[in-house]
């Protein structure tokens, strides 16, 4: 297990200190970011009503005991305070103490997107997650999940089937699978990227970890997208802790009959980007797309070669240059204008737009 | 037919001016609007080479002949000068010279929502355009379309399933209806509605007229809804001329992976408001809707009650307050703030939102 440059004491403190009640993270993160040593938050932290107090040197034997037993299990503990720790999660308000973690810790440092949905998503959830994600991976975003069934899972094995990589952020121990059914592709996961858990290993799927954990999925990822969110979701938790820590939040439309995106067509409504395909995503991450989708064609067409950029025409003007009578030009500037080549001017004219 | 207040010879030169290629329209409309009789503005454009000249008493002859035909037929001519002529059509900057009508004019003096989309629409486009058309019908919003086949079809049929009334305005004459297969539906139409056209009686369904009408359907609408429109759709040419016109456009999103929608999904990019039901429509004219769908319940829950709007209270003082220990009260306040009724403060705080 690679610990350094983190002293072992300062690694036990910081795991202590994940062992307190959620409640009290961002207080003692707030105490490690104004340079406090993780023994002295702990101590203070233990002080304090409201954090049910616990013998010190009880945590820290617990502590110590998840160390001896990620050591066993080839899994690695990643301090905040440690180099390799990814700078976007350090900067939220309530980043996790120690990221543990099984697989590739190459895949913390390239540009990572999340991709969220329901856990009952539609065939068209499913389809739309894998393609995104297998997307993204080929072209070496990293993709940001949660492990869970549905859009989760189907994200996770897009990026994989895009030989790409992708981290699974779950809501226990990195060594506690859950859903259970998703062993196999927690170890494919593991391959070339990550299965991660700021919670030490052993500890069990409760529900308050869930919505914890979505602030590690957009605290790791420069964007993220929703797919397929009911309207009380929880995806949309997701979506606003992004918004608290200043990512970009996108959302992918769907079918407004089912009631299955009513939570990504109010993100919409709130201003999230619009995500057709990748090209959309990468385009937000300020990473063009090389190639462009369709119609850059038409260009050599002998109609609107007659009409000068920025200079409106009458039709006689155009049917002259063009050598067509005027009757038969006009399907044509029509067919221009559908596509978006040719615009109407006041008083009957064109022009190229 | 009704012709008052325009006398005949206005009628008649009104319509001989639309008798003239569309693309002198908007000159011819401004002179009209400036104050100049429809005889001198006709005299003025036959004088003009950019439009073909034509034998001013030949002309007159077949406006004559078009006013008799339709009073055989039992279509009336609304002239522009008619205080019936819907003032949000006459505003736009070429409004047709006269609209030729079939049907209850009363479907004219009421608000008018605009709905079109693909021909070539999906079960799911269509069933959308039933619903939305069906819904607004039933809240007396007059539905406007071009009786086309898929989205425009579906939109009338659904107005009138809604028990209200529907207008379908045509690329040729009212009495030429295209698609043949249509002509059940526009007499349905007529019952209750109107068909309507600018062109005179008699006037086949030409591609460049179909353009044109866009401006119509926009023009007599409030606000405009595109469901399904591919990329080079020309529903995108009626968004375009209702932006010019300053009505409101607004989008049904939909699957991605179809390429059905990439139209409608570029308008939200561009601004266009999200309709996922009718009340998103109502509520942009400023007719929000008397019900609300869903979740104003939640009041009167006792965990809720422990919290004072606007003031956070941490989680031993909500477990108090609440009599209900704070390891039992967490999955609770993570149950509110799914339903946004519960936002976490700083300090592991919670505030009732």
Redesign the interface.
């Known amino acids: 297990m690679r610990t350094a440059p983190t002293s072992l004491t300062n690694l036990t403190d910081l795991i202590a200190l994940s062992l307190q009640p959620?409640?009290?993270?961002?207080?003692a993160a707030e105490s490690l970011r104004a340079g406090d040593p993780p023994s002295v938050v702990l101590e203070r932290l233990l002080a304090i009503?409201?954090c049910p107090s616990a013998d010190i040197s009880v945590l820290r034997a617990r502590a110590s005991d998840a160390i001896s037993r990620a050591l066993e299990d080839g899994i690695s503990a990643l301090p905040w305070s440690d180099p390799l720790y990814p700078p976007a999660l350090a900067a939220i308000v309530d980043p996790p103490f120690v990221l543990w973690t099984r697989g590739a810790a190459a895949s913390l440092e390239r540009p990572a997107v999340a991709m969220v949905g329901s856990r009952a998503a539609s065939p068209?959830g499913l389809?739309?997650a894998e393609?995104l994600a297998s997307d993204l991976a080929a072209r070496g975003i990293v993709v940001v999940s949660g492990l869970a069934r549905g859009v989760d899972s189907a994200a996770h094995r897009g990026a994989l089937s895009g030989g790409g990589s992708t981290i699974a952020v779950l809501g226990s121990g990195v060594d506690v699978i859950y859903p259970p059914e998703h062993r196999a592709l927690a170890r494919d996961i593991e391959a070339t990227g990550l299965v991660m858990s700021e919670l030490v290993p052993g500890t069990p799927p409760l529900?308050?970890f869930f919505?914890l954990r979505n602030r590690v999925i957009s605290g790791l990822s420069r964007a993220i997208v929703i797919i397929e969110a009911g309207?009380?979701?929880?995806s949309?938790?997701t979506a606003r802790s992004a918004l608290d820590q200043g990512r970009d939040v996108l959302a992918?439309?769907?079918?407004?009959?089912s009631g299955r995106?009513?939570g990504a067509?109010a993100l919409?409504?709130d201003g999230a980007?619009?995500?057709?395909?990748a090209d959309d995503i990468l385009e937000e991450l300020g990473m063009p797309a090389p190639a462009v989708h369709?119609?850059a064609s038409a260009s050599g067409d002998p109609i609107l070669e007659c009409l000068t950029p920025g200079e409106p025409a009458?039709?006689?003007a155009i049917a002259e240059r063009a050598g067509v009578a005027p009757a038969r030009l006009?399907?044509r500037l029509?067919e221009l204008?559908?596509?978006?080549l040719v615009a109407r001017a006041?008083?009957?004219r064109f022009i190229r737009s």
Do not use: M, T
């Open positions: 959620f409640w009290c993270w961002r207080q009503r409201k068209y389809a739309v393609r529900k308050p919505p309207e009380k979701s929880g949309l938790i992918v439309p769907g079918n407004v009959l995106n009513r067509h919409l409504r980007k619009i995500v057709e395909d369709g119609s009458d039709l006689d006009l399907p029509f204008e559908l596509k978006g006041g008083g009957g």
